[in-house]
């Protein structure tokens, strides 16, 4: 396969071919784009674990829980926000063969010590959020999946 060696926009053409083999990931990816939330990512193992399957041989959708989709809104902080959004998406995804999670990032210093046990700084973008997962491998692919453009980001790079 050799996908690290070759030029980046033919990485982000394969990475592409091999994420549209995943009916469902395509199906969120479409779909998501109706909530018009900010700066919003499809995000973590839904994707690289489609990668692995399709690499592997394996079903695309093996082994994926769910479908992580993080966005950024900071004009509104309050559970009563994110709650909204996430019935709305319970209602748009609700047919789909797993759950879609979705997560205002913008909120995550709220509650992460609680849940951790260690304090995270509030973030300022759904990028350097992400960036920030226990996955350092972590990628993310938005809106601009659907047309021409993947729309791909990697902390770490691709």
Request: contains cysteine; negative net charge; hydrophobic residues 40%.
């Amino acid at each position: 396969m050799g996908y690290g060696r070759l030029p980046l926009d033919e990485q982000l053409a394969g990475l592409r071919a091999l994420l549209t083999r995943n009916p469902t990931l395509v199906e969120v990816l479409t779909r998501a784009a109706v909530l018009a939330l900010p700066d919003w990512y499809l995000v973590a193992g839904c994707l690289y674990q489609t990668v692995w399957n399709v690499v592997t041989g394996q079903p695309p959708e093996s082994g994926i829980l769910d479908y992580d989709l993080a966005y950024f809104d900071s004009s509104d902080l309050s559970w009563h926000a994110e709650d909204a959004v996430i019935e709305e998406g319970c209602r748009l995804f609700g047919d789909l063969p797993a759950p879609v999670q979705i997560r205002n990032q913008a909120r995550v210093h709220l509650w992460y010590e609680q849940k951790f046990g260690v304090p995270c700084p509030p973030h300022d973008s759904a990028e350097a959020a992400i960036d920030t997962f226990e996955a350092t491998t972590a990628c993310r692919v938005r809106d601009r999946f659907v047309g021409d453009d993947l729309g791909v980001g990697c902390g770490l790079g691709v």
